[in-house]
T-cell receptor, first 117, second 114 residues
Framework: DAGVIQSPRHEVTEMGQEVTLRCKPI?????LFWYRQTMMRGLELLIY????????DSGMPEDRFSAKMPNASFSTLKIQPSEPRDSAVYFC???????????????FGEGSRLTVL | QKEVEQNSGPLSVPEGAIASLNCTYS??????FFWYRQYSGKSPELIMS????GDKEDGRFTAQLNKASQYVSLLIRDSQPSDSATYLC??????????????FGKGTLLTVNP
């Protein structure tokens, strides 16, 4: 079975450019999560969706970040304009159930490593 | 206070020893607790979940939960070099209203020496 698929795996861009990260969750999972990981801050939740609806975006750092989930099999995380401090590994994860007190196991994609010069 | 706290390590143990990893959390009403393992350059993968006070064993791994003390631990018996990784504690915490979010600690780097 295919796991969570993320693209691109690596992205190097210049400050000010737009970056779009993509995610395909595991088929049948109804929750999708975007996390960011850095050495300094660890793994931080940016936003999560239940049944394609954004539930909690309190972790989105600022208006430069936006996320969409137009259907159950696709999500994007966009950064516009990008800044060097956005450099991190961005993980997408999906779950059979999420957002409630009984959030189950998260399955992570391989991550997208972003470097903003 | 940080929401989920772990000793960053590194924790170094000899092969065959018991490795003990600890985690504390701030939200008293949290009900779900997880340990994830992350190898260098890879994504986190779930190794243990625990929901009730006490111990839960799975092979060489034992998770321990004490909700009164807001404390979760992971014991790895007969540690192997292949256990060398960063171990992330994750707690399902309230994020407003009836919503919860899985909040991770920064992780403890474990090195098992042959």
């Amino acid at each position: 079975d295919a796991g969570v698929i993320q693209s691109p795996r690596h992205e190097v861009t210049e400050m000010g450019q737009e970056v779009t990260l993509r995610c395909k969750p595991i088929s049948g999972h109804n929750s999708l999560f975007w996390y960011r990981q850095t050495m300094m801050r660890g793994l931080e939740l940016l936003i999560y969706f239940n049944n394609n609806v954004p539930i909690d975006d309190s972790g989105m750092p600022e208006d430069r970040f936006s996320a969409k989930m137009p259907n159950a099999s696709f999500s994007t995380l966009k950064i516009q304009p990008s800044e060097p401090r956005d450099s991190a590994v961005y993980f997408c994860a999906s779950s059979l159930r999420g957002g409630g007190s009984n959030t189950g196991e998260l399955f992570f994609g391989e991550g997208s490593r972003l470097t903003v010069l | 206070q940080k929401e989920v706290e772990q000793n960053s390590g590194p924790l170094s143990v000899p092969e065959g020893a018991i490795a003990s990893l600890n985690c504390t959390y701030s939200d008293r009403v949290s009900q779900s607790f997880f340990w994830y393992r992350q190898y260098s350059g890879k994504s986190p993968e779930l190794i243990m979940s625990i929901y009730s006070n006490g111990d839960k064993e799975d092979g060489r791994f034992t998770a321990q939960l004490n909700k009164a003390s807001q404390y979760v631990s992971l014991l790895i018996r007969d540690s192997q070099p292949s256990d060398s990784a960063t171990y992330l504690c994750a707690v399902n915490m309230r994020s407003g209203g009836s919503n919860y979010k899985l909040t991770f600690g920064k992780g403890t780097l474990l090195t098992v020496n042959p």
